[in-house]
């Protein structure tokens, strides 16, 4: 049977801080139940996990510093722009480092491990509400050869990241060999759509998800490409 599901913004969300108790808030404005994913902008994230540091935006030297520091490595680099690998082993824009949506003078940076924020979260939500559900943690990022933004997911609990669909059979009844679908990254894009970039909306609620997909998972175990499978770095 085919999956409908249903995207829900949760709106009415006070302004995160270092230390505000997200699964508490979450609980306390969504009407939630068994099997929802919930999906959590990686700003909040960062901000109740106190994420933030001190940046003048005019100082072009510290912005380069700081997102070397948050690199393993850089890739590439173009005008005010790099392209890293973090230490979670993410390869995006500038360490994920970001000045929109906080504070002017200081940046987010990354959780310092965002599979452990989304378990964080959903065990806080079992305790608060009393209800199992998978949590993803989404970012906004480039996608090479393609022009556009898309939310992705960089940490999971509670919910699949990537399906292995290998073994199974196409509508022609053909072996699917290589087919693993990241669903975790197609959430995490399909509840951007109903919060938007500027609208304030960090949280979403997405209902309806195949039961088959509630179950551990890991970003950087099931997602991130191993360096030595990349074909391009």
């Given at each position: 049977?085919?999956?409908t599901?249903?995207?829900i ?12 108790d ?35 935006p ?5 912005r380069?510093a700081l ?14 722009l ?12 500038n ?12 940046a ?22 009393g209800v ?10 480039g ?13 999971t ?5 990537v ?13 699917l ?9 197609e959430?995490?894009?399909a ?14 609620v997405?209902r ?11 970003v ?13 770095r």
């Open positions: 049977m085919p999956v599901i249903a995207l913004p949760v709106t009415g969300m006070p302004e995160i801080s270092p230390g505000s997200l699964a508490g808030l979450i609980a306390e404005h969504a009407d939630l139940v068994d099997g929802d994913v919930i999906v959590v902008t990686q700003k909040v994230v960062s901000k109740a996990e106190g994420r933030l540091v001190p940046l003048d005019t100082d072009a030297l510290a380069d997102i070397e520091k948050e690199s393993v490595r850089i890739l590439r680099r173009r005008g005010d790099m392209m890293t690998e973090t230490t979670h082993g993410f390869v995006c824009a360490a994920g480092v970001d000045l929109s949506n906080v504070e002017y003078g200081r987010a940076l990354l959780p310092v491990d965002a599979d452990r924020s989304a378990r964080r979260i959903r065990d806080g939500l079992k305790g608060r509400a199992s559900v998978g949590v993803i943690v989404s970012d906004t990022f996608r090479t050869w393609r022009r556009g933004l898309t939310d992705v997911a960089i940490g609990a509670g919910v699949a990241a399906v292995d669909l290998r073994g199974t059979t196409d509508a022609l009844g053909r072996e060999a290589v087919t693993e679908v990241c669903v975790a990254d959430l995490a894009g509840a951007e759509l109903v919060m938007g970039k500027s609208s304030g909306i960090p949280v979403a997405i309806g998800v195949d039961p088959a997909w509630l179950r551990e998972s890991s950087r175990e099931e997602i991130v490409r191993p360096y030595q499978e990349d074909l391009f």
